[in-house]
């Protein structure tokens, strides 16, 4: 039986998440920037976005194989977002923006399994509906359309295993970990 309510537990877990995650998305700002500059001369400065992006969006799939509960997923990685916007990221407010395409994307992927399965396979759908709606939000935002196929050849891959790695396998295995160690009852 699946829950499709938030009770008090599930507001401070999804805090905590926020919370933490935010910290970690704004220490995430540095390693960007940083691979920015470092790919710039090659030509490869854009592709620091679908390096991190990953991390960028661990929040979210957290949340929602945690709680398992419709719509925890994008709370998550908007809260997470915030708590990033809050502490005084290089994106300011428009990072609110990017929490909720990230959001969306993750929680499509639940979505997909209907909030029943919480196995490997929610783990590459949720990484494969993040990967294709933030590529299409950055598609608009960040000028993709402008770059050759090849190049978006690379990004797209360069993505989806940023977020396999980081927000699919990694979330899992965390997930994982804190059940085994009884920290979350389910």
């Known amino acids: ?21 935010g910290v970690i998305y ?18 490869y400065g854009p592709m620091a976005n679908d390096i ?12 929602g194989f945690l709680l398992r509960i419709p719509g925890s997923s994008f709370l998550g990685e ?7 916007m809050f502490l005084g990221n290089q994106w300011g407010a428009a990072n609110l923006i990017s929490g909720v395409v990230q959001g969306l994307g ?3 992927g639940f979505t997909l399994t209907l909030y029943k399965f919480y196995n490997w396979l929610t783990v590459i759908l949720t990484s494969l509906t993040a990967t294709f709606v933030t590529f299409g939000w950055d598609w608009f935002r ?16 360069v993505r989806f295993l940023s977020m ?10 965390i997930a994982n970990l804190l059940k085994r160690a009884h920290v979350i009852k389910r």
């Open 26 to 43: 704004y220490a995430t700002g540095f390693i960007y920037n940083a691979l920015t500059v470092a790919l710039t001369p090659v030509g």
């Open 164 to 173: 396999f790695i980081f927000s699919g396998v990694l979330v899992k295995l």
């Open 78 to 84: 908007f809260l997470g977002a915030a708590v990033e």
């Open 142 to 157: 960040n000028g993709y359309n402008h770059f050759a196929p090849h190049m978006l050849v690379v990004m797209l891959v």
């Open 106 to 108: 993750t929680e499509l």
């Open 1 to 21: 039986m699946h829950k499709h309510t938030f009770h008090l537990r599930d507001i401070i877990l999804l805090a905590l998440i926020a919370i933490i995650f």
């Open 52 to 63: 991190t992006i990953g991390i960028w969006c661990m929040a979210g799939p957290l949340a």
